[in-house]
């Protein structure tokens, strides 16, 4: 990841919003998350296509949350690289779905 990476999360959720920098994505974003995880995040891709600096992917997660509800979301990734980094990544999912198997974030989300 870049150090300046922005991360989206699209959608209205407790989950939904930009985190900026390399800094608010680990600590922010990836730590509350994986935290109410029981055993390590699988993410596994489906399908790719690239052009130029961008890269599109399309994936499929699966875990069981330490509260024992199963989470598997769909997902597509529209990331943008820049020096071979990944600059920008704007994520698609189900939402509701984030909703009823996640606790929200207890920063809640940057703006």
């Known amino acids: 990841m870049a150090e300046d990476i922005r991360w989206t999360i ?48 399309e994936s499929r997660g699966d875990v069981t949350t330490k509260a024992g509800k199963p989470y598997r979301n769909a997902y597509c990734y529209v990331c943008r690289l820049e020096d071979g980094k990944l600059k920008e990544v704007t994520e698609y999912c189900d939402t509701q ?13 940057p703006a």
């Open 10 to 57: 699209i959608g209205t959720g407790a989950w939904s919003g930009t985190w900026k920098g390399i800094e608010s994505v680990r600590s922010d974003l990836f730590g509350p998350l994986f935290e109410q995880f029981e055993a390590t995040y699988r993410n596994t891709a489906v399908r790719l296509l690239a052009e130029d600096d961008w890269v599109v992917i």
């Open 97 to 109: 779905l984030i909703a009823g198997a996640l606790a929200p974030p207890p920063a809640g989300v």
